[in-house]
């Protein structure tokens, strides 16, 4: 079954992303979700918190909570070192970490560059994927923050 990118979404626009490693695999997502980009700091443990949540920490008076990105993603768990980074992004009206092993680079793209996500099984989910996008350095996951924290998963992290 052909899988389309939604044409209305990206018809001939340029897109800002921001490239960054899990593992052996890169990922982006918008530029335009993106508040800032820390280096790696210890957080807060919570107890009984979602597997995904490493904890949380302060951010200039705000506490918001830190995702392993790559356990999220279905991936083993990330372990934070020197290099590691947290990216700060706003999904549903909330601030978040995003533990990543490096952040890559800030690329403005051709939205046409990104292709569809292929289909692997009928129970594969893509629906965290807004596509792939192929350059001369390999393949990079775009990754759609919206749909991989739903409104109401968020309000369970808040809680």
Same mark, same amino acid.
């Given at each position: 079954?052909a899988?389309?990118?939604?044409?209305?979404?990206?018809?001939?626009?340029?897109?800002?992303?921001?490239?960054?490693?899990?593992h052996?695999?890169?990922?982006? /997502?918008?530029?335009?979700?993106?508040?800032?980009?820390?280096?790696?700091?210890?957080?807060?443990?919570?107890?009984?918190?979602p597997?995904?949540?490493?904890?949380v920490?302060?951010?200039? #008076?705000? /506490?918001i909570?830190?995702?392993?990105?790559?356990?999220?993603? #279905?991936?083993?768990?990330?372990?934070?070192?020197?290099?590691?980074?947290?990216?700060?992004?706003?999904?549903?009206?909330?601030?978040?970490?995003?533990? /990543?092993?490096?952040?890559?680079?800030?690329?403005?793209?051709?939205?046409?560059?990104?292709?569809?996500?292929?289909?692997?099984?009928?129970?594969?989910?893509?629906?965290?994927?807004?596509g792939?996008?192929?350059?001369?350095? #390999?393949?990079?996951?775009?990754?759609?923050?919206?749909?991989?924290?739903?409104?109401?998963?968020?309000?369970?992290?808040?809680?």
């Amino acid at each position: 079954m052909a899988t389309t990118i939604n044409s209305t979404m990206y018809s001939g626009e340029m897109l800002e992303i921001i490239a960054f490693r899990l593992h052996d695999q890169e990922f982006c /997502v918008k530029t335009t979700t993106i508040r800032e980009i820390r280096g790696w700091a210890p957080s807060t443990p919570l107890p009984h918190a979602p597997k995904d949540v490493i904890g949380v920490m302060n951010l200039r #008076g705000s /506490v918001i909570p830190i995702i392993d990105l790559a356990y999220k993603l #279905g991936m083993k768990s990330t372990v934070a070192n020197e290099r590691s980074a947290i990216v700060v992004a706003e999904v549903h009206n909330m601030v978040i970490g995003m533990l /990543v092993d490096r952040v890559s680079d800030i690329l403005t793209i051709p939205s046409s560059q990104v292709q569809p996500v292929p289909e692997v099984s009928a129970s594969f989910d893509k629906s965290f994927s807004e596509g792939i996008i192929a350059n001369e350095h #390999g393949m990079i996951c775009f990754l759609n923050l919206a749909k991989m924290f739903k409104g109401t998963e968020m309000e369970d992290i808040a809680a």
